[in-house]
């Protein structure tokens, strides 16, 4: 039996070739590094970087399940370097994105959208990227920050994923990015982003929201938003829209307990235009209540909201 068979079963009726193998891990990463503002290092370096992260992320396997390439998760990591900052180690920010199918259509749902400006590695060409979930920190902490913050990335992605196909399915794997924040590299100036007193909004704060039990509702909304919402849409437009609207209701309350969670910004920067649109074409009754409590739980998208519904 497979371990989240709400995703296989969906899964395996979108296929659209037979007999395929096995592909080598979950993701199906695009990787990019732009270093244009490094111009004392040879490019060639940051373009073999690019390639062992991308082999990294996507031949290693991540969970005991076996994804078909036709079912591996899209994600994209873009690293945008700024500097560096002593021989080898370089600095800057990564872009995580991530998107799931929605059943029976073409339409890939943003599941996540992060930006972390607390990026800092060092990276000698060509040396190989390892990486032990039982010795995260590695013999040199500044090498081993590179792996650690591409594990911890690939666990989010696939735990909300995950929590999307079945309840609670992802819990698994925000467990494993808690063990990477838990151990992560320490003991250089340059590394941050693991602990809890260095921002609100970092690689810990981001786990934290995720286990935490106070915000645990916030799991019934990305299943019940993706299975009971998006996937109903192609039967049945209302009942999905209906679904969605629901989980609007269930994030107020939980706003109103946890104001201005992380986790709750994380899923309205992935979700605001999609739901702009959805609410858009709507009943007008479903339109201005999903208006009212969307402006009230984004107001940095409130304009967005009200202009799509006009």
Request: charge should be negative; glycine fraction near 4%; proline fraction near 5%.
């Amino acid at each position: 039996m497979f371990a989240r068979p709400p995703r296989w079963a969906w899964i395996l009726f979108l296929a659209l070739c037979s007999g395929q193998g096995y592909g080598q891990g979950e993701l199906h990463a695009t990787v990019t590094v732009i270093s244009d503002r490094i111009r004392t290092v040879d490019p060639h370096v940051f373009q073999t970087l690019q390639s062992s992260i991308s082999e990294f992320l996507n031949t290693r396997h991540w969970t005991d399940d076996e994804f078909r390439p036709n079912e591996r998760i899209e994600c994209n990591f873009v690293f945008n370097l700024a500097s560096q900052i002593s021989p080898n180690v370089f600095s800057g920010s990564l872009t995580v994105q991530s998107v799931r199918p929605v059943y029976n259509s073409g339409y890939q749902s943003s599941m996540l959208n992060y930006l972390d400006n607390n990026i800092a590695f060092k990276y000698v060409q060509f040396q190989p990227l390892d990486f032990s979930d039982t010795r995260v920190s590695g013999d040199d902490p500044e090498v081993a920050n590179l792996t650690a913050i591409l594990a911890y990335y690939a666990y989010i992605v696939i735990g909300l994923d995950y929590d999307s196909f079945s309840p609670r399915g992802g819990d698994p794997y925000f467990r494993k990015a808690r063990n990477i924040v838990n151990n992560a590299p320490e003991n250089s100036k340059d590394i941050n982003g693991w602990q809890a007193f260095e921002s609100t909004q970092n690689r810990y704060w981001l786990v934290d929201n995720l286990e935490n039990a106070r915000l645990e509702r916030m799991h019934d909304v990305y299943y019940q938003y993706c299975r009971m919402g998006l996937d109903r849409m192609y039967s049945d437009m209302n009942a999905g829209r209906t679904s969605i609207l629901n989980c609007l209701n269930i994030l107020t309350s939980l706003n109103a307990d946890n104001p201005n969670s992380m986790i709750l910004q994380l899923f309205f920067t992935a979700k605001s235009s999609e739901l702009a649109e959805i609410f858009a074409q709507g009943p007008v009754q479903d339109r201005e209540r999903a208006v009212q409590l969307l402006s009230a739980l984004d107001p940095s998208d409130a304009s967005k909201y009200q202009q799509d519904s006009r």
